[in-house]
């Protein structure tokens, strides 16, 4: 496999836990109703997208976030690198997927995500824009 996309991986498990600490911010598990959830989710991605977007490592630039819709988070990311359009939707979850989901289902910073059942969504685009591919993390992967 590229390794470029091997680093795409990296940069991209590693990032997600800085921009969920600052997401979780405003997220208190159990104690809010679906409604003041959702709603914290567009807050914080409101807040994490004024520092967006940000190259992560050479090769990957962290686009945007996206809440919703309901309890959806998506992290947009482009690999900046002329090969990515090659790269195909196996390839992005062959190489990014499991390092993805065992960050989510492991990571503390990722607990009130998985208590409130949002769907985590990490979607690639190539060079030009284009959708290459995208990792998706449901709060069943986590039992």
Request: hydrophobic share 35%; glycine share 10%; aromatic share 8%.
């Amino acid at each position: 496999m590229n390794k470029n996309l091997n680093g795409a991986g990296l940069s991209a498990v590693l990032l997600f836990v800085s921009a969920m600490t600052l997401s979780i911010g405003g997220c208190v598990p159990g104690g809010n109703s679906d409604a003041d959830f959702q709603q914290a989710l567009v807050d914080a991605s409101s807040q994490q997208n004024k520092s967006l977007p940000m190259m992560v490592d050479k090769d990957t630039r962290w686009d945007t976030t996206i809440p919703g819709p309901g309890k959806n988070w998506t992290y947009i990311y482009t690999l900046i690198n002329p090969e990515s359009s090659t790269y195909t939707n196996a390839q992005i979850n062959e190489v990014l997927g499991g390092k993805i989901r065992s960050g989510v289902c492991s990571m503390k910073e990722m607990e009130a995500f998985r208590k409130n059942g949002v769907i985590m969504k990490y979607s690639y685009r190539d060079h030009s824009g284009k959708f290459i591919g995208e990792v998706v993390v449901t709060p069943e992967d986590c039992k």
